[in-house]
């Protein structure tokens, strides 16, 4: 493998890993009763429709079929891509779930 393809298989292997991230993102959402939409562009308002997160949203599965997406684990894929605005609104709408009792 030459230099050229190793940086490719890198920046695919980023690019899934980061598409993940968004699912997580997207699934602990609905768990919630949120919309991915509306929370993303919280921390993110002047940004238009984000593909990724659009592609994310098809994914995901009701929030009665779907398995808990724990608090900590969203917390920090988020971190390990440097969304911290997003992590910050996600930690937002954690105090108000708690604060609303559905925590």
């Known amino acids: 493998?030459?230099?050229k393809q190793l940086e490719e298989k890198i920046i695919q292997n980023y690019q899934g890993e980061e598409k993940m991230m968004i699912l997580v993102?997207?699934?602990w959402c609905k768990n919630?009763?949120?919309d991915p939409e509306i929370v993303?562009?919280?921390a993110y308002p002047g940004q238009a429709k984000?593909?990724?997160l659009q592609e994310a949203i098809e994914l995901t599965v009701p929030k009665e079929e779907?398995?808990?997406v724990p608090e900590q684990t969203l917390l920090g894929v988020l971190a390990m891509f440097?969304?911290?605005d997003?992590?910050?609104v996600v930690m937002e709408e954690m105090k108000k779930l708690q604060k609303d009792g559905e925590a």
């Open 1 to 3: 493998m030459n230099q």
């Open 25 to 27: 993102f997207a699934q």
């Open 32 to 34: 919630h009763d949120l």
């Open 40 to 42: 993303y562009l919280k």
């Open 50 to 52: 984000n593909r990724a």
């Open 66 to 68: 779907a398995g808990e």
């Open 82 to 84: 440097g969304n911290d």
């Open 86 to 88: 997003l992590a910050f």
